[in-house]
């Protein structure tokens, strides 16, 4: 079609309405606000191409989605030709909403016709430019914003026919008086009788008495559009008067303690709630206690199979306790007993022996009754251990049936809201719910929910088809974890702990949330400590100090991680190696510190680590297959060792990875293998079978996170590829690989972007950008190069600013930051811009001076050395001619190139007084006259060479193009 018919058909599909919820029959009053809020948007729409936009603001409860909702409905389609509503309580639910809104415009209506796998970036932008460009009025909806920074990333900034509708407990203060801002209060008095009549029902309000009723519980209730509708929903569903209504309400909240408990708004619901649980309980006392139950978890995504799961492990952990009370009095009865016993042996012994043969008597017979007294305490000792999840079964019809009322009933007293299959609860409804329970009630049930949520969460780092289960209950199990604080059953308080630690392994799994694991992983370690067990849980503690050291290294803290594991060997080191448990968790512990070391480039220290960690595992007892799987991890970081080791083994380096992937069975571990099998092939000169590793790894990856393509490995493999297709001068490939890089990059370290800053502050992010300016050079698209280079340069300089102590790579960062200048003044020079030439020299010369003075590092300090010398210029020039020979560009002008490039480096030789690189020169010289048709003895001396070269402080980079030849210090 030509391009006319695909924009009529997009701007056809930008009209209607979206996720409005369903229009409230029974809405009341509001008239003025409602006025108030169309004048505020007519006030200010003077045709200028600006979004309008006007907040509602209120206390929770108080009805700002409602009266939304009807300005929706009484302004759609005669002032908006589009209305689209969105839930705004995190950028995550935005983010999601705008994904599903593009699927849903796709031109099939089908979610599979968009790329679900965009970044969030790419979806907000496209969102945002269909807005700008829509032809029709259009109102966004942004309902229960908590963060206002948002606004500037999801609204577009300019659009003439273009409002966004805001609701929000938390008042704008700056624009309070700007005509931008509506706070909405409770109901009048005559609002509120409007809602009973034609909630409740007009004959429940029925005479004079009924009219001053009702009044008395409006004003008890603080007329308050939700606890009113709760009210009107019992009168409704009970048919019960208003005065009838109060005199219940009036009884009961007198019988209550709530009054000291919450806030004035917060009781009025749960006065409303007291009466509508006790005709809830009156009905069904299984629907009042499932209410009670989802007061712990989260408001929102709840099911019916989650009430059914509570539902059983409610009887579940009722059985539990009536067994327990059956065990405590066997042993009272025990202990008894033998006391009994131990005491008539005494009395025995003093009548029919001597005094010495009856004291020997009766120390055995005590010791005898206390060996039986104590055996019972020593089995339940034993249970701390014996925690394990009990996956659901299938249920029972009766179940079904029980869940299935249970949901009628909470849906008739409005107090669960249903749309799409799924019910929310109201926070504040939470909150009240929580209230009301007493202390050994609220332990009960927060019980049963960890109880329910063991086995729900079956979520197994090896099997990724639990992964997408597990994200489905991920905030249930967090929430109820989250109040198991308190318990005083030891055993819980251990399983809501490791709950917490696996849901921070799924976030930093599968959603690269790291901030989101650290936080379950910290309240971990404080549900251990509260458990008062001591030695009995220190084993997991330090399983979880190893994973906590495990995020601190994703987040390149690494001070932080040493720490962590320092602190996590520590505990192991007093416990006894004969436990396999213990000899697992140092073997463990040290692969990570090796490979902390190697990250930081200590590779004696990380070799040392990362052997002693393979013997312990080589002598495991463990199954072969996860046996196997960890010696393959250990094995790959060795083999990355062999790497970065001047010269690299890339030899040995090879047999490693290769004798890990034939121990691996797991999809991700493979994956990884194969990837560093790229990069040592790569490193060999051997491309094509770098290309196959490369592919075969990104296959495997797209397998594993299938619904998580935005994942930092699939980043690596991207950047990669985009190194492999830049040696190979495929600019274009190389630049699209890069891009989809930096895109799953942005993703994953969206937590270290502000909203002032482009990219995140993150140094894996200036990599890319580097990269990408490095591409559009080589394409002589200097403009496009500047900006990829002056992009990295805003990251370098805040990485720069915030060096400390804990900084993962202080002399990296000043290194990037000198060769990122050279890079801008080589594009300042190609797009003959002196001034900037000048500026960039200055920039660079106080940057030298400004070198950091990081311990234990052998480097010559960056600002010692002026400019490369010409015998180092021409290494590097011949070295760049060695490779492109080498892999198969022998045409017979480079041959002729690489002649005169090799009687250049000899007459530069013979004049030098350098004597270190004059060595490494002639090594390499001879090397390449003696070994030219040796391909692979080429590639080593250009990689001897380039290692010599990189230890002065010389940047050396693999490109083909001429420009590639760096010489920064």
Not at 175 to 194: A, T, V, W, Y
Not at 412 to 421: Q, Y
Request: glycine share 4%; net charge neutral.
């Amino acid at each position: 079609r030509h391009p006319e018919e695909f924009a009529a058909s997009f701007n056809q599909r930008m009209r209607g309405t979206w996720s409005i919820p369903p229009r409230n029959p029974n809405f009341t009053g509001r008239d003025l606000e409602l006025s108030q809020l169309h004048s505020r948007f007519t006030s200010q729409d003077l045709g200028t191409k600006a979004v309008v936009k006007v907040e509602v603001s209120g206390m929770g409860g108080v009805g700002k989605s409602q009266l939304v909702t009807e300005f929706c409905y009484r302004h759609f389609p005669l002032e908006y030709g589009l209305v689209i509503w969105m839930n705004a309580e995190s950028a995550d639910s935005l983010v999601a909403n705008y994904r599903q809104l593009l699927a849903d415009l796709s031109s099939d209506g089908k979610s599979n016709s968009v790329d679900m796998n965009k970044s969030a970036d790419e979806v907000i932008c496209e969102v945002k430019t269909r807005l700008f460009r829509c032809t029709v009025p259009w109102l966004l909806v942004l309902d229960n914003l908590e963060e206002r920074d948002v606004l500037d990333k999801f609204v577009p900034h300019g659009a003439s026919k273009g409002h966004v509708l805001i609701t929000t407990r938390h008042l704008n203060l700056e624009s309070e008086h700007s005509g931008n801002n509506l706070d909405l209060g409770c109901f009048s008095i005559s609002e509120s009788l409007e809602l009973l009549r034609r909630s409740a029902g007009s004959h429940n309000i029925a005479n004079q008495d009924d009219e001053s009723a009702a009044k008395e519980l409006a004003d008890r209730l603080g007329n308050l559009p939700l606890a009113l509708g709760m009210a009107a929903a019992y009168m409704r569903r009970c048919d019960v008067g208003v005065s009838e209504y109060l005199e219940r309400s009036i009884s009961l909240v007198e019988k209550s303690f709530l009054h000291d408990k919450l806030n004035d708004y917060t009781l009025s619901v749960a006065s409303s709630l007291s009466l509508s649980l006790e005709e809830v309980k009156k009905i069904s006392p299984v629907a009042c206690e499932s209410l009670e139950l989802l007061s712990f978890l989260g408001p929102d995504d709840i099911t019916k199979a989650l009430i059914r799961q509570l539902l059983r492990s409610k009887r579940q952990v009722n059985d539990e306790r009536l067994w327990q009370q059956a065990q405590m009095a066997k042993k009272h009865a025990v202990q008894s007993s033998s006391l009994l016993c131990g005491l008539a042996a005494i009395g025995t012994s003093i009548i029919y022996f001597k005094r010495s043969n009856a004291v020997v008597l009766v120390v055995a017979s005590l010791t005898v009754a206390a060996v039986i007294a104590t055996s019972h305490l020593l089995k339940t000792d034993n249970t701390i251990n014996s925690v394990t999840k009990v996956p659901s079964t299938s249920f029972s019809p009766s179940e079904y049936e029980e869940a299935d009322l249970t949901w009628n009933i909470l849906k008739s007293f409005s107090l669960l809201s249903v749309k799409g299959g799924k019910g929310s609860i109201h926070r504040l409804l939470q909150q009240a719910l929580r209230s009301r329970q007493s202390q050994e009630q609220c332990r009960t049930n927060i019980t049963v929910c960890i109880t329910a949520m063991l086995s729900l969460w079956r979520f197994n780092p090896a099997k990724t088809e639990s992964w997408k289960d597990s994200l489905l209950v991920l905030e249930h199990v967090k929430s109820a974890v989250s109040h198991s604080l308190g318990l005083t059953d030891t055993i819980y308080t251990v399983q809501a702990a490791r709950l917490s630690k696996e849901t921070a392994i799924f976030s930093a799994m599968s959603l690269n949330d790291f901030s989101g694991a650290k936080t379950s992983l910290d309240f971990a370690l404080n549900l251990y400590q509260s458990s008062n067990l001591g030695d009995c849980v220190e084993l997991e503690r330090s399983q979880v100090l190893l994973e906590l050291g495990r995020i601190f290294r994703y987040q390149g803290m690494y001070g932080d991680s040493k720490h962590s594991l320092e602190k996590a060997l520590g505990i192991l080191r007093n416990m006894s190696r004969k436990d396999f448990h213990v000899w697992e968790g140092i073997a463990n512990i040290l692969h990570e510190i090796g490979l902390l070391e190697l990250r930081q480039h200590n590779l004696k220290d990380a070799e040392k680590l990362l052997n002693e960690s393979l013997h312990m595992r080589r002598r495991s007892y463990k199954d072969d297959f996860d046996n196997n799987a960890e010696c393959a991890a250990t094995l790959h970081q060795i083999a990355a060792v062999h790497v970065a080791k001047k010269p690299p083994s890339l030899d040995r380096a090879k047999e490693l990875l290769l004798e890990a992937l034939s121990l691996s069975s797991q999809i991700g571990q493979r994956a990884a293998t194969l990837k560093q099998l790229a990069r040592v092939t790569i490193r060999q000169g051997l491309l094509v079978d770098a290309e196959s590793y490369l592919e075969r790894g990104l296959e495997l990856y797209l397998e594993l996170y299938s619904d998580n393509k935005l994942h930092m490995n699939i980043a690596a493999v991207q950047f990669q590829r985009g190194a492999l297709a830049l040696q190979r001068e495929r600019l274009e490939e190389a630049w699209l690989h890069f891009m989809e890089c930096l895109q799953i990059r942005r993703h994953v370290y969206a937590y270290a972007r502000s909203l002032k800053d482009a990219n995140p502050i993150h140094l894996e992010v200036s990599c890319v950008l580097h990269e990408l300016g490095c591409v559009g050079f080589a394409q002589q698209c200097y403009s496009k190069a500047k900006e990829m280079f002056s992009l990295e340069r805003e990251i370098l300089v805040k990485l720069e600013e915030a060096v400390t102590n804990n900084t993962a790579h202080p002399l990296r960062i000043h290194q990037a930051r000198l060769t990122n200048l050279t890079w801008l003044r080589k594009c300042a020079q190609e797009l003959g811009d002196d001034h900037h030439i000048q500026m960039l020299l200055s920039e660079k010369s106080a940057v030298k001076s400004q070198a950091p003075n990081v311990t234990g590092t052998s480097s010559k300090p960056i600002n010692q050395v002026a400019t490369p010398s010409k015998l180092e210029r021409d290494a590097m020039q011949c070295r760049l001619l060695a490779r492109k020979f080498a892999l198969g560009r022998h045409t017979s002008d480079v041959r002729r190139k690489l002649k005169e490039s090799l009687n250049r480096l000899t007459d530069e030789i013979k004049g030098t007084t350098d004597e270190p690189l004059k060595l490494a020169a002639v090594q390499f010289r001879d090397t390449v006259v003696a070994k030219i048709d040796d391909n692979n003895a080429i590639l080593n001396a250009c990689d001897i060479l380039r290692d010599v070269l990189r230890s002065r402080g010389v940047k050396v980079n693999d490109s083909f193009s001429t420009h590639f030849i760096q010489n920064p210090k």
